[in-house]
């Protein structure tokens, strides 16, 4: 699902939703995270374009039992962490996140998509290359079982 769109349309962004998947993995990376939050950057839009009102759900389905529960409750709720960005968007309720104040996973959600989200936009970016996570990906998803 992500390779086939590598040259999708951006749909108004400045990069398209698999060159926003590489990049949010790539900085993952190299901030050292966990191979889990480098797969689980790379996948947390697979479903944008299919599903756009559930995407998270279908990312957070599509990883299973390979995730954490973290990660699982990340990816679900991520596009309503993201509103708290969209000042541009009519109608946008950007504090509907607040629901969650001090749930177990705020923060990391959070975090995830101030920086591994809403700034992977960047069309100059050096991005690693798909080849690049496939051991990560073997690795995980062999882990789980
Ligand atoms: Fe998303
Ligand atoms: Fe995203």
Do not use: C
Not at 86 to 98: C, F
């Amino acid at each position: 699902m992500l390779t086939v769109s590598a040259n999708d349309a951006s749909f108004g962004y400045r990069v398209n939703m698999y060159r926003h998947a590489l990049q949010s993995a790539t900085m993952v990376l190299r901030d050292g995270l966990p191979v889990e939050d480098v797969v689980v950057a790379l996948f947390h839009d697979v479903g944008y374009t299919t599903s756009f009102s559930n995407h998270g759900e279908v990312a957070s389905a599509l990883l299973g039992p390979s995730i954490s529960e973290r990660n699982h409750w990340m990816l679900k709720n991520h596009a309503v962490f993201q509103n708290f960005h969209a000042l541009h968007l009519p109608g946008n309720d950007r504090y509907e996140r607040e629901l969650w104040r001090g749930h177990p996973f705020f923060d990391w959600t959070a975090e995830f998509v101030k920086l591994y989200d809403q700034a992977t936009i960047d069309p100059d970016y050096p991005s690693e290359p798909i080849e690049t996570f496939i051991p990560m990906i073997d690795a995980l998803l062999s882990s789980s079982s």
